[in-house]
């Protein structure tokens, strides 16, 4: 990873902890047992109330005490609360060989199971599930799963305990199939190909056991990432076998060429008990993170009514594709029903809601975008949801009307893509991350912290020869940047980048702008530790290029697009 001004800070022997991140990632900092290093930032403490954390996947209540909950990430690790949410502290993974965790379930008063997901941008994997005894603060592993042939290694999707708390079956979703073990995770048996997201349980009549449902895609997921169609099965025998393949039931457009799908609870009327389902679409080309277009993905939510009496199953139709490629992806997942609402809340990049009362669907919002979880539950006589994002915890009461606050004391968990050290002042530094809006540079002496108005920034640049300049990424997506003269007081939009003169290549044509299409980049900024003036800026890919500052302009100015110098090859002489 990139990390502007490192060396310069290492030679100086500056204690500093940023909850250090590999290329994507980040490790929380009670992890690094090592008494060189201090956390001194993001603090949630030192920051105001509606602070944003990182990533958060999962979110679970323990049901022996409500005001006990556990939250996952698989950025920043395992974390708990004793008081509903009011304050976090971390639990150490380092036993998992990973930082990275998917889910959690409860098996009983005093454990959970853990499914553990390690991403660096693009490297996925998991190394297994785990029980965590949470009374003794213990770990120990469970069985390893036997890959199928020419599998290399596999994520985790999800974990599940059947319902029947007393009973040992568990099961673990991963992108290469659903695992079931019926000895508490001493061994694990394949009872199901595919790429397998979640499951849902429908108990049958007088105490007799579960129906079992599994949702995902059908086939093995490549790269660790799902590439089938969307696949729903069934079980009678308690998760041992599923052969009856509902997928026919829930129609989507042959256009599309990819989906997947996630199950969550629903209404319960009599011996009537409905699930619903969320289906991810997409087609053209493959990127289920960031799809090409509306036009290519999608979401559908569709309905299976269980009747446990009779057996039959019915498939009312809630939605037909929604057709926004904003709504989601399969690493953006959260569905759950609100009963007294008689609502469907689902997201995506943004939280939407699907009332069935008024059969509508409505943009909902209140949280960071890119939702991964939502849990409705009852607590103390008032539903109340909690949603999981990419800025960490949102909860509401839902009342008639939803007002979200956020719940992050305590989650220092931060992606950082970017980091820069003043060569003066060891207490200075600027940070570009991932989601945290509320800390980008801060002086750890003075315990002061400036803000700029970045949602997902990348690199950021501290002058060596002059602290009072800083350079920032403005968001990952696009080609901005911003500037500081005063060392972070006031910052500001940067002009550009733009094409360079003909007659002078290290100066900026400010009549001939770039326009740089927006995608996907980390950009970074590097500095000449022996020249000043010479700073760069470096990001893109299908637009990867070289720019450099231009000071008397205030903005960037290209010096090389794939490939191609501007206008002189032999720029980097200069």
């Given at each position: 990873f990139i990390l502007s001004g490192i060396t310069m800070l290492l030679m100086k022997k500056i204690k500093l902890f940023f909850l250090i991140p590999l290329l994507y990632g980040s490790i929380a900092y009670s992890q690094v047992n090592n008494s060189n290093w201090t956390h001194v930032g993001p603090i949630s403490k030192n920051i105001p109330a509606d602070f944003e954390t990182g990533l958060i996947n999962n979110y679970v209540t323990d049901p022996y005490n409500p005001s006990h909950l556990f939250v996952a990430s698989m950025l920043g690790g395992l974390w708990e609360s004793i008081d509903r949410g009011e304050n976090w502290i971390n639990i150490d993974t380092k036993f998992t060989g990973t930082n990275g965790i998917i889910d959690v379930d409860f098996m009983s008063p005093t454990k959970i199971l853990v499914g553990t997901r390690h991403q660096s941008f693009t490297l996925k994997y998991s190394t297994g599930a785990y029980i965590y005894d949470f009374v003794s603060a213990t770990w120990s592993a469970t069985g390893a799963i036997t890959l199928p042939p020419g599998i290399s290694s596999y994520t985790m999707r999800s974990v599940e305990v059947h319902p029947q708390l007393t009973s040992p079956y568990l099961f673990l979703c991963t992108t290469v199939?659903?695992?079931?073990?019926?000895?508490?995770?001493?061994?694990?048996?394949?009872?199901?190909?595919?790429?397998?997201?979640?499951?849902?349980?429908?108990?049958?009549?007088?105490?007799?056991?579960?129906?079992?449902?599994?949702?995902?895609?059908?086939?093995?997921?490549?790269?660790?990432?799902?590439?089938?169609?969307?696949?729903?099965?069934?079980?009678?025998?308690?998760?041992?076998?599923?052969?009856?393949?509902?997928?026919?039931?829930?129609?989507?457009?042959?256009?599309?060429?990819?989906?997947?799908?996630?199950?969550?609870?629903?209404?319960?009327?009599?011996?009537?008990?409905?699930?619903?389902?969320?289906?991810?679409?997409?087609?053209?080309?493959?990127?289920?993170?960031?799809?090409?277009?509306?036009?290519?993905?999608?979401?559908?939510?569709?309905?299976?009514?269980?009747?446990?009496?009779?057996?039959?199953?019915?498939?009312?139709?809630?939605?037909?594709?929604?057709?926004?490629?904003?709504?989601?992806?399969?690493?953006?997942?959260?569905?759950?029903?609100?009963?007294?609402?008689?609502?469907?809340?689902?997201?995506?990049?943004?939280?939407?809601?699907?009332?069935?009362?008024?059969?509508?669907?409505?943009?909902?919002?209140?949280?960071?975008?890119?939702?991964?979880?939502?849990?409705?539950?009852?607590?103390?006589?008032?539903y109340e949801m909690n949603v999981t994002s990419d800025g960490g915890i949102y909860r509401t009461l839902l009342n008639p009307s939803i007002s979200f606050s956020t719940k992050n004391k305590g989650l220092n968990i931060c992606s950082i893509n970017g980091f820069s050290g003043s060569a003066k002042n060891p207490n200075k530094y600027s940070l570009g991350s991932q989601d945290i809006t509320h800390v980008d540079i801060f002086d750890v002496s003075a315990g002061t912290y400036k803000t700029h108005p970045s949602g997902e920034s990348d690199g950021t640049l501290i002058d060596k020869f002059n602290d009072n300049l800083i350079l920032m990424d403005y968001q990952s997506y696009d080609y901005q940047s911003m500037v500081s003269k005063d060392g972070g007081q006031t910052i500001t939009f940067n002009s550009g980048p733009w094409y360079p003169k003909t007659t002078s290549p290290l100066e900026a044509n400010t009549a001939s702008p770039a326009n740089l299409a927006a995608e996907f980049g980390m950009q970074q900024f590097k500095q000449d530790p022996f020249r000043p003036g010479k700073i760069y800026r470096l990001g893109g890919m299908t637009f990867a290029h070289i720019a450099q500052y231009d000071f008397n302009a205030d903005g960037f100015v290209l010096r090389n697009v794939l490939g191609s110098y501007f206008p002189d090859p032999a720029w980097e002489s200069r």
């Open positions: 199939g659903l695992y079931r073990s019926i000895n508490s995770g001493v061994s694990w048996n394949l009872v199901l190909n595919g790429c397998i997201e979640n499951m849902a349980f429908v108990p049958k009549p007088n105490n007799f056991g579960y129906f079992c449902y599994v949702a995902g895609s059908n086939a093995i997921g490549q790269n660790n990432d799902p590439t089938g169609t969307l696949m729903v099965k069934q079980s009678i025998d308690d998760g041992a076998t599923f052969p009856t393949d509902l997928s026919a039931n829930f129609p989507i457009s042959s256009t599309f060429t990819w989906s997947h799908s996630k199950l969550c609870p629903g209404k319960v009327s009599g011996n009537d008990y409905t699930l619903y389902l969320m289906t991810c679409v997409l087609s053209g080309t493959f990127n289920w993170d960031r799809p090409p277009s509306d036009a290519q993905a999608g979401i559908y939510l569709h309905s299976l009514v269980k009747n446990i009496v009779g057996g039959g199953i019915t498939y009312p139709v809630i939605s037909d594709n929604l057709n926004q490629s904003t709504y989601g992806s399969p690493e953006r997942m959260g569905i759950a029903y609100a009963p007294q609402q008689n609502t469907l809340y689902f997201g995506g990049v943004y939280l939407y809601s699907y009332n069935f009362n008024t059969s509508t669907q409505d943009y909902t919002g209140g949280t960071h975008n890119d939702v991964h979880d939502i849990d409705i539950a009852l607590y103390n006589g008032n």
